[in-house]
């Protein structure tokens, strides 16, 4: 019986896990540093909303009886030998490998960016750093409050743009947004990295009097003159940052080293999945450096490109993403797209944001795979449709 280990309980570990242990066919184990499974976009809420219910799960619940669960902190992935080292001192052997690592916030790229995190918070690592936000803001009683992204890679595109229009929606409900100045700051040359969705939230954003501030890569943090600055040189004074730190592949070493990019996401072809050089591994998730996002949903899409390979049918991952954005004003809409087909137009409505909270509720659900065949359909019938960019260029990064 072929054994299959993957490294990772996140969202597109579970549930190709759950795929392969309904087979019967192979011997599946899931290693994981923690005994725990985060619904990460659960963090926006805690942060902007003072959410809390349905965040975290025990990872071996959602996990097939089938399929063996090990907390165990892998330390070396030796794709050559075929053989996982952890910080136990077990070593793992395994016929096939998924990576499905995710990606960490690494606030020690930028000076400064550790002191401010530290002290208001950040809504992308744990639910901790979340109840800081959420604390610095219940605190707040006006000024500057700026928020973005420190650096281009996100892990949830849509997520900086939520928390700037759940913030703006916040401060009004308290009586404070006609005493604040809200700054929105991004790497991008617009407020979202797709252009056909920028033409849709900037608009919102400008009605609301939010300020934008483009080509901002930060640069380093001055804590004591509450000063931000950038690579190009321009700077940002605030009262409140809340700063979606850098982020990078998992602290996890690789033999060969070759299989990592410089931010330590591994090397995927992007339609098969495979890693770089080795038919016998796979990455899937935050942790691969494919050019879609960084996001549950393609976590999921990967983990069933996964699953029918091994399970000897043919299929090619087509960097389909289908993201929800909260618009803060009780609508919200979607980020659809693939490799073929740019961004399209959704138009903002209830319905929209009411499918991205009921999805925090039926996500446990779908781990298990038991919604695959009405989430099938779903995708079906949303698919975009491959076109040319407008301006006759590639196709836009979604």
Known sequence: MPRVLIIGGGTGGTMLANKLGRNK?????????????????????????????????????????RVRFVQDRVTLVNLRDRVVESESGTRYEYDTIVLATGADTDVGQIPGLQEVNARFGDYHSTIAQAQKVWASLDAFKGGTLALGQASPICVCPPSP?????????????????????????????????????????????????????????VDRIDPAKRIMTSIEGDTIEYDLPIVIPPFTGANIAFEPASVLDPEHFIITDKETLHIKGFDSAYAIGDGANIPT??????????????????????????????????????????????YAAPVVKKRPSRLNRLMKIMFGWFYWITLSGLLDPMLDIFFMLTKPRPRPAVDGSKVQQV
Request: proline content about 6%.
């Open 25 to 65: 066919s192979f011997d599946v184990t899931v290693l994981s540093a923690s005994p725990d499974h985060m619904f990460q976009p659960a963090l926006l809420y805690v942060a902007f909303a003072h959410g809390s219910a349905n965040i975290v799960r025990k990872e071996r619940s959602l996990l097939s009886r």
């Open 161 to 217: 743009v939520e928390g700037i229009l759940l913030a703006d929606r916040l401060l009004r409900k308290k009586g404070l947004r006609e005493k604040t100045r809200l700054i929105f700051f991004t790497p991008y040359p617009r407020p979202y990295p797709a252009e056909p969705m920028s033409e849709i939230i900037e608009p919102i954003m400008q009605a609301r009097g939010i300020e934008i501030m483009t080509f901002f890569d």
């Open 293 to 338: 996002s960084k996001a549950g949903v393609g976590a999921h899409l990967e983990a069933e490109v996964v699953g029918r390979q091994l399970t000897g049918h043919a299929a090619t991952f087509d960097g389909r993403t289908h993201c929800p954005v909260d618009l803060g004003d009780g609508t919200g809409t979607f980020v659809i797209g693939s």
